[in-house]
């Protein structure tokens, strides 16, 4: 970091260095991970975790190099009794000191999903209120975040890069070249505690009225807005510089 940079308490990291950063840590998610929880030059670093079906992987890493990592949690309104339980259960178990849990602004909610039915009807617009806005203004106060998304959950993740540049933030995809078998394995040889829908049918777990059981063949997001033109819900679209594919 400069002295410049430091006087002017800035991250020497931008979002424009992405392709820099994917050169230095090419196959190395995990140097890359410890590197921006433990090293100033990352600036303020965040975790966002949906605390889904392959959440456990990416918060043990983490909990691992800081267990006071900030992890950032959207609750929706309309996620599983699951989920909370397992969010709560999962976080102790880690011993993660800092999870912050996120929720829709009311006012937002009364005007713009006054019936709670705004998901059967404009599932962008709902994923919009209750996800994309909370995470983008807990955001604000960061230079970068940790996604636990992997290339091969579905198409639209084939081409994911390790670091990625956004209009005011780095995001790091440490897993992003993890298959499902290493993920297993992972979870096995840390007995990592496994989401309690997983068992019942969910590779994929998101807000209930948009999630579904998948069966054997499907993509493992196949459960996720099923007969809607759509597969992400915008969280990875928040300051993007690309202004990509929507994503969560
Ligand atoms: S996943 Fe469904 S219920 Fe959840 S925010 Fe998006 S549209 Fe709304």
């Given at each position: 970091?400069?002295?410049?940079?430091?006087a002017?308490?800035?991250?020497?990291?931008?979002?424009?260095?992405?392709?820099?950063?994917?050169?230095?840590?090419?196959?190395r998610?995990?140097?890359?991970?410890?590197?921006?929880?433990?090293?100033p030059?990352?600036?303020?670093v965040?975790?966002?975790?949906?605390?889904?079906?392959?959440?456990?992987?990416?918060?043990?890493?983490?909990?691992?190099?800081?267990?006071?990592?900030?992890?950032?949690?959207?609750?929706?309104?309309?996620?599983?009794?699951?989920?909370?339980?397992?969010?709560e259960?999962?976080?102790?178990?880690?011993?993660?000191?800092?999870?912050?849990?996120?929720?829709?602004?009311r006012?937002?909610?009364?005007?713009?999903?006054?019936?709670?039915?705004?998901?059967?009807?404009?599932?962008?617009?709902?994923?919009?209120?209750?996800?994309?806005?909370?995470?983008?203004?807990?955001?604000?106060?960061f230079?970068?975040?940790?996604?636990?998304?992997?290339?091969?959950?579905?198409?639209?993740?084939?081409?994911?890069?390790?670091?990625?540049?956004?209009?005011?933030?780095?995001?790091?995809?440490?897993?992003?070249?993890?298959?499902?078998?290493?993920?297993?394995?992972?979870?096995?040889?840390?007995?990592?505690?496994?989401?309690?829908?997983?068992?019942?049918?969910?590779?994929?777990?998101?807000?209930?009225?948009?999630?579904?059981?998948?069966?054997?063949?499907?993509?493992?997001?196949a459960?996720r807005?099923r007969?809607?033109?759509?597969?992400?819900?915008?969280?990875?679209?928040?300051?993007?510089?690309?202004g990509?594919?929507?994503?969560?």
């Amino acid at each position: 970091m400069s002295t410049a940079q430091l006087a002017r308490n800035e991250a020497p990291w931008r979002p424009a260095d992405a392709a820099d950063l994917n050169a230095r840590y090419e196959g190395r998610g995990d140097l890359a991970l410890a590197d921006v929880l433990t090293d100033p030059a990352f600036g303020e670093v965040a975790l966002v975790s949906s605390f889904g079906a392959d959440s456990a992987a990416l918060l043990h890493v983490a909990a691992g190099i800081r267990k006071d990592v900030p992890v950032l949690f959207v609750e929706t309104g309309w996620l599983f009794p699951e989920t909370l339980r397992y969010a709560e259960d999962l976080s102790a178990w880690l011993g993660l000191k800092d999870v912050r849990w996120l929720r829709p602004d009311r006012g937002v909610l009364e005007a713009k999903d006054p019936k709670r039915l705004r998901w059967s009807y404009d599932p962008d617009g709902c994923c919009e209120v209750r996800k994309v806005e909370p995470l983008d203004r807990a955001l604000a106060g960061f230079d970068l975040w940790v996604s636990g998304r992997k290339s091969h959950q579905n198409r639209e993740r084939a081409q994911l890069q390790l670091f990625e540049g956004q209009e005011r933030q780095l995001k790091l995809n440490p897993l992003h070249d993890w298959s499902s078998a290493r993920l297993r394995d992972y979870a096995v040889a840390h007995k990592l505690p496994p989401h309690p829908l997983v068992a019942d049918g969910y590779p994929s777990i998101g807000c209930s009225p948009c999630t579904s059981r998948v069966q054997p063949g499907e993509d493992p997001r196949a459960g996720r807005w099923r007969g809607w033109d759509k597969s992400e819900c915008g969280i990875h679209k928040v300051g993007s510089a690309d202004g990509g594919e929507p994503v969560f």
